[in-house]
């Protein structure tokens, strides 16, 4: 084609727009800038709603962390102690699942938050088991004991 034909099927598809009350076609520029702020208008929502979701798994790991203080059940031996101390177990899995998310999406604050559940969490596993082998110091006329005694 040289350079004083016409291109009537583009011209003829311009006709049509016109005709349809539709705006010209996009250049391929505006097209390309059009698509790529689509695209990163998609991955902010995306970022936010997998924040959202970080934030409610922190959420959740604290409260537990939380309501085990309140513990209404007998956790002094026996099955009592060992049921104890998996949700207590459950604090610092969850603490390290939070930090591992927090971490992949660069939440600093939430991520330190997260490493300080899983430190509460040691904590209350070493507040039960140090004594029960020895390591801390305890009344010798009632030591804690891993199983209940026979009554």
Not at 72 to 100: K, M, S
């Amino acid at each position: 084609m040289t350079e004083t034909e016409i291109d009537w099927p583009t011209e003829l598809r311009k006709f049509e727009r016109e005709f349809d009350g539709l705006p010209p076609e996009p250049s391929p520029a505006r097209a390309r800038a059009r698509k790529e702020a689509e695209r990163r208008a998609q991955e902010r929502m995306e970022a936010r709603i997998m924040a959202l979701g970080t934030v409610a798994r922190l959420l959740l790991v604290a409260t537990l962390a939380g309501a085990v203080v309140l513990w209404p059940y007998r956790h002094d031996c026996g099955r009592h102690l060992i049921g104890f101390l998996g949700v207590e177990g459950t604090i610092v899995v969850g603490g390290l699942w939070v930090a591992i998310c927090t971490w992949r999406r660069r939440m600093a604050i939430m991520h330190a938050l997260a490493m300080l559940l899983v430190l509460w969490g040691l904590a209350l596993i070493a507040a039960e088991v140090l004594p029960r082998v020895g390591y801390a110091k305890v009344d010798p006329a009632h030591p804690p004991r891993w199983g209940c005694a026979a009554r």
